[in-house]
């Protein structure tokens, strides 16, 4: 058999709320495939009888994923294409798939994408917290002496920092906040895409407050965004110092000051626009 008669593991993105979000090659692609694998096929089902689609379906969760592996390459080897969706969103995103995936690739077999809905990429579009550079932490742990510890883990990152939360455990996950971060600025998504959607902004004592006058507030699924911490004088000159010398050992090569600056961007942090202005600035120093 030849590697274009073999069968391809689509991973695709459906919504997270507004079905109208999902993209037409998603719709195209889920009534092509021979076999769709879902987190809850039960939950799945609702949304292919939405879209008059008519596949067979497998389970697909962190209980059995190991277990699928092997089917499924099979099927694939077969020649048939599989599809891997989640309950919503986009698979693999703190949700099952990865697993799968690894093995699928280790073993030679072709993984596609087919990007869409994206929980944590749409909080922070409308957050108004800065996204040039965040960490996404999943689910934080349930018990509150494991979720202060992981939070003051990160306590220090200048990143935004992003987390999904369940709503039985918003007010608890707030109270630690407030505990380990103090009065820093979070941004709240609730319910995104739908009729409900609501984004929340404050320190963690203020949107606790907030839940607790209206407990409509603390329903549905969240995005929990923390804004980075602010970097000390003695952290700035460090980085600075360090980029100083990063750049002219590159610019000292020949490299271009615009990949120079995207290098120690990427190297370092900070604004690529930071890096760009210094580099031009050495270069004109020689």
């Known amino acids: 058999m030849t590697e274009s008669s073999k069968g391809t593991l689509y991973v695709v993105a459906t919504p997270i709320g507004n079905l109208g979000d999902l993209s037409a090659r998603a719709r195209d692609v889920l009534a092509s495939v021979a076999l769709i694998a879902a987190e809850d096929t039960r939950h ?16 697909l969760h962190e209980h059995n994923e190991a277990s699928r592996v092997a089917p499924l390459f099979a099927r694939l080897e077969a020649g048939e294409d599989v599809a891997l969706i989640s309950d919503a969103g986009t698979p693999l995103i703190s949700d099952p798939g990865f697993v799968l995936v690894r093995a699928l690739r280790e073993r030679g077999a072709r993984v596609v994408p087919v990007p869409g809905a994206c929980a ?9 917290l800065p996204t040039d550079r965040f960490l996404f932490a999943g689910f934080l742990p349930a018990r509150s002496g494991a979720r202060r510890a992981r939070l003051e883990a990160l306590v220090t990152r200048d990143e935004t920092l992003v987390f999904y939360e369940s709503p039985h455990r918003i007010r608890d996950t707030l109270s630690d906040l407030a505990a380990v971060f103090g009065d820093r600025r979070l941004v709240l998504a609730r319910e995104l895409t739908k009729t409900f959607e609501t984004f929340l902004d404050g320190s963690a004592d203020t949107l606790l407050e907030t839940l607790e006058a209206d407990p ?71």
Do not use: N
């Open 44 to 59: 799945s089902s609702r949304l292919l009888r939405h879209l008059g689609i008519d596949c067979p379906m497998l389970s």
């Open 120 to 128: 944590l990429v749409a909080a922070l579009s409308a957050s108004g």
């Open 216 to 286: 409509d507030q603390a329903r549905g699924e969240f995005v929990v965004m923390v804004e980075g911490a602010e970097q000390t004088d003695a952290d700035t000159d460090g980085a600075e110092a360090e980029g100083r010398r990063v750049l002219a050992a590159m610019l000292g090569e020949g490299v271009g000051v615009k990949q120079a600056a995207a290098v120690t961007a990427k190297l370092l942090g900070g604004r690529k626009k930071a890096w760009y202005d210094l580099a031009l600035s050495l270069k004109a120093d020689g």
